[in-house]
Structures are given as C-alpha cells and as structure tokens.
Nanobody
C-alpha cells in the first residue's frame, strides 16, 4: 500500500523554524516528485513547494520563497521541508504528496499524507 507520513509540525513563535518530514513507503520514491501543500482554515489547499525526482529541481510559491527549502534523501525514502522565518500566516495543516511530474494542481498528485499541523504564534 502506497503511503506518505508527515511529521515535524508543532507550535512555534514568529521567526522560528521547523523541519517537516515526509516518509514514503509502498512505491518507488525516487521515481516521484514530492510536493508540499498547506491548507489554512477556510482557505483552499495551496501548493507551496515541490522537488522533482531525478536531479531534484525545485519550485517555491512566492509566499515561501527564500524562507522554505525542500530537499530529499532517496536512500531514506524521505522528503523534507525546512521552514525558517515563520510567520503567523504560515499557520496551516501541511501535506506532502507524490506525483511523477510535480504537477501544478493538487488533483494531479497520486498519493497524499495525512497532514501535520503547523501553528505560528505572534
């Protein structure tokens, strides 16, 4: 069974950092891009980052560019999202998802994790 499990969320003060992990199982991790999404209460799910398979090209939404870094360790079947300089508006449930080509839309992603809550206090 294909599975993604996120971890690393929590409560942090403005300006703080968190590192999210996304551990995969049940599929060939190195053949899939990993996207990171977030969803705040009352808002649509937003794609914020993605790292491709292969040479690991990356994408960042404007809202997180320069503060967040995505990377992966294929030997551990795990992707990471390093989040620095966190702001209250970063508060959301964060999800990782797998897609062969780092699709533009959530519907293109095949497998999803359960999400992890990130709360940034002011």
């Amino acid at each position: 069974e294909e599975q993604l499990v996120e971890s690393g969320g929590g409560l942090v003060q403005t300006g703080g950092s968190l590192r999210l992990s996304c551990e995969a199982s049940g599929f060939s991790f190195d053949e899939y891009a990993i996207g990171w999404f977030r969803q705040a209460p009352g808002k649509e799910r937003e794609k914020i980052s993605c790292i491709s398979s292969g040479e690991g090209g990356t994408y960042y939404a404007v809202s997180v560019n320069g503060r967040f870094t995505v990377f992966r360790d294929n030997a551990k079947d795990t992707a990471y999202l390093q989040m620095n300089s966190l702001r209250p508006e970063d508060t959301a449930v964060y999800f990782c998802a797998a897609d062969p080509f780092c699709g533009s839309y959530a519907k293109e992603f095949d497998y999803w994790g359960q999400g992890t809550q990130v709360t940034v206090s002011s």
